[in-house]
């Protein structure tokens, strides 16, 4: 099992950035990726990150790149998202995931722990 603890959500204004913290513990060792997941009211909990855990590859959302940036320091067996030039679009909880799995990585269906989930509101 993997625990998965965020860290770092609130409120900011429009055009503001906030950093978000993953820590995980556990069987840390059996991480592939891990990635960045956000859910509105009403709407569908979609992909907004990955990487990987070893190699360090990135990937991202259309409607998040050049704005949000994800790294991780194995070190401390954590993962970061640095969310700049937030739009209230942004809104939503933003929740870590982490994954054994090598595909499907951009869906929800594709990871197998979940941390709690941090809010995130950006106000106009």
């Known amino acids: 099992q993997v625990q998965l603890v965020e860290s770092g959500g609130g409120l900011v204004q429009a055009g503001g950035s906030l950093r978000l913290s993953c820590a995980a513990s556990?069987?840390?060792?059996?991480?592939?990726?891990m990635g960045w997941f956000r859910q509105a009211p009403g709407k569908e909990r979609e992909f907004v990150a990955g990487v990987g855990w070893s190699g360090g590859t990135t990937s991202y959302a259309d409607s998040v790149k050049g704005r949000f940036t994800i790294s991780r320091d194995n070190a401390k067996n954590t993962v970061y998202l640095q969310m700049n030039s937030l739009k209230p679009e942004d809104t939503a909880v933003y929740y870590c995931?982490?994954?054994?799995?090598?595909?499907?990585?951009?869906?929800?269906?594709?990871?197998?722990?979940w941390g709690q989930g941090t809010q995130v509101t950006v106000s106009s």
């Open positions: 556990g069987r840390t060792f059996s991480i592939y990726a």
């Open positions: 995931a982490a994954t054994r799995r090598t595909y499907g990585l951009k869906t929800v269906g594709g990871y197998d722990y």
